[in-house]
Nanobody, 124 residues
Framework: QVQLVESGGGLVQAGDSLRLSCAAS????????MAWFRQAPGKEREFVAG????????KYADSVKGRFTISRDNAKSTVYLQMNSLKPEDTAVYYC?????????????????WGQGTQVTVSS
């Protein structure tokens, strides 16, 4: 089993920045890909960004390219999401996910493990 714990969410104003963290524990050696998803009220969970532990290849949703940066610290088994120039439409619960596949999937289904989520609220 793999446990994922997110932190760093909060209430900010439009244009501000936040950094989310996702600490992985347990059998992390079996995971290859980590990702951030988000879910706003009444909407489906959507892909934000993904990264591979090895090599650091990344993928981003078009809506966050140029504003968000995903990174990882292998020694700490932690993945980060640096969010700059936040917009009210970025308001959502942000979830960390882990997958055993080499492919950075942009849909939730393939991901085996999920964190509990952290709320990000951006006021206008």
């Amino acid at each position: 089993q793999v446990q994922l714990v997110e932190s760093g969410g909060g209430l900010v104003q439009a244009g501000d920045s936040l950094r989310l963290s996702c600490a992985a524990s347990g059998r992390t050696a079996g995971t290859i890909t980590m990702a951030w998803f988000r879910q706003a009220p009444g909407k489906e969970r959507e892909f934000v960004a993904g990264i591979r532990w090895s090599g650091g290849s990344t993928k981003y949703a078009d809506s966050v390219k140029g504003r968000f940066t995903i990174s990882r610290d292998n020694a700490k088994s932690t993945v980060y999401l640096q969010m700059n120039s936040l917009k009210p439409e970025d308001t959502a619960v942000y979830y960390c996910a882990a997958d055993v596949s080499f492919l950075i999937a942009t849909v939730p289904a393939p991901y085996n493990y999920w964190g509990q989520g952290t709320q990000v609220t951006v006021s206008s």
